[in-house]
């Protein structure tokens, strides 16, 4: 093994502040008319989040859907019990032990969030509210004491007086549409159904464009937070309905809360801030400054938004959070594949969705149905992992790093010789034939600031905690590796295997980026596998 130093880092500064002006004065829009879609593929840097469900929670399944690509094991709390929760999270880590990697797949819990909804229906039976009908909203606070729905009465656990006359009102995602002609007092309604349908009871409700009087967590979330974290040990927390930086930072709070109490190594559970509605999206500044990533969740922010302007929230919400300082990774979700709850292959809209998400920006991509209770979710996992890999392929170009390296805003959390270092690396990889970038970095900032640059090749990101390994499994292109740090020069052996298995057999030059203080430096090493 031979190791070349790059420069000083005094140099490694200069060089990273040259880049910096020279992207700024050179900035210039991704074209992607030259691709040949005959060469696109090869290594999959987007990460995967998969729903587990009754679709998919055996040990076996499990560890077939992280051969294909998946990242992150979701649990929703909306549905299912805490056994059931219980039972999946030890599958989960079953797998990862069976590969050999435990410290590489990470669990991410995602939280209730502060519903509305209506009660069931009377007889429970399905209920038709045709177009043109009226209808009353009985507000029913937080307890419907045990008012049923009927054909002309939807009660709704949402407190009174707190819905303008004009909203239109989304019952179940969006089968039903109402509109609100009239406040009658007492918390009564009167609606008009402007697109008609049927209801079986139970349903979620959305006021478009109305900002919502609920608090950020429900006593059930907290609840769920504290034996998520606690119990289950979970390594991510999704926010869900964050729709201000206060919310985010309350959230945090119980989540910090419960991590202390957990058992074994003292672990800092990231929040990802899930946008879900116009609130969210006026102030995502400041929910992207105060959480740990953020969630562009088309789900219910279709339905708070117009479907036209859903497309331009998630291009904004992803560039946003690309050029935060400290990097912060983004996941798109919601029907990226939804054809293939029931069929083996995704639309071709669906396919251009996901490629699209990647080109974006993207560090990862979600399923939700396609995997909780699909029919296939080992093909859809593959068929996630292939669309995006084809897109890596041309997303990730020097033009890119240098446009990036001149919009990012870089705050104080990281410190500037850190960050300085990262630069220099990702900009050495586009110059040099590296095959890989090695990165010592034990709190994991090192490999997020190196992500969120985009480098054309993989990273290893070498960290003696497991929990900071496993919090990196949703940054774009980053393969987490415990081990200790080299002694005398020669890397670990987990270092190795993992250079083995992005590289393959045979010499290759991978990039050594030191980040451990005061020690920073970069590297060239030859490495024969």
Known sequence: QFLYLIAPLRGMIRAAAWAQRRGASRHKSHCYADVDVRLVGGACHTKIVATVGPACETADTLEGMMQRGMSVARLNFSHGSQDEHRR????????????????????????RGPEIRTSGNAGRASIDYPTGGRVQLRLAGTDFAGALNDARTLHVAYPQGEVPVGTSVLVADGQVA????????????????TCGGTLSGRNNVHLQGTSVALPALSDADVADIDFAVRELGVDIVFASFARSAVHVREVKAVVDAAAQRREGEAARVPVVAKVESAEGMANLDGIIETSDGVMVARGDLGMDLPLTQLWA??????????????????ICATQML??????????????????????????????SGETAKGAHPLTAVEAMRDLAAAADHVARTKERFLDLQGHIQYDNTVPRNVRALAASAVH??????VRCIVAFTPDGAAARLLAQLRPPCPIVAVSPSLTTCRTLALCSGVRPV???????????????????????TGDATVLLVDAREPRLSLAFECVHL
């Open 428 to 433: 050495a990889a586009f110059d040099a034939p």
């Open 313 to 330: 929230a998630q291009k904004r919400m992803i560039a946003r959070a690309n050029v935060y300082g400290s990097g912060r990774p983004v």
């Open 88 to 111: 999946r999270v030890t599958a989960v880590r079953e797998a990862a032990r069976r590969l050999g990697r435990e410290e590489a797949f990470a669990v991410a819990l995602d939280t």
């Open 482 to 504: 415990r081990a200790a740090a080299p002694v005398a020069g020669a890397l670990p052996p987990p270092v190795l295997a993992a250079l083995l298995a992005v590289c393959g």
């Open 178 to 193: 109402l509109r609100v002609l009239a406040d009658q007092g007492g918390g009564v309604l009167a609606c008009e159904v």
């Open 338 to 367: 939804e054809s293939m709850v029931h069929n083996s292959r995704p639309t071709r809209a669906e396919a251009t969705d996901v490629a699209n998400a990647v080109l974006d920006g993207a560090d990862a991509v979600m399923l």
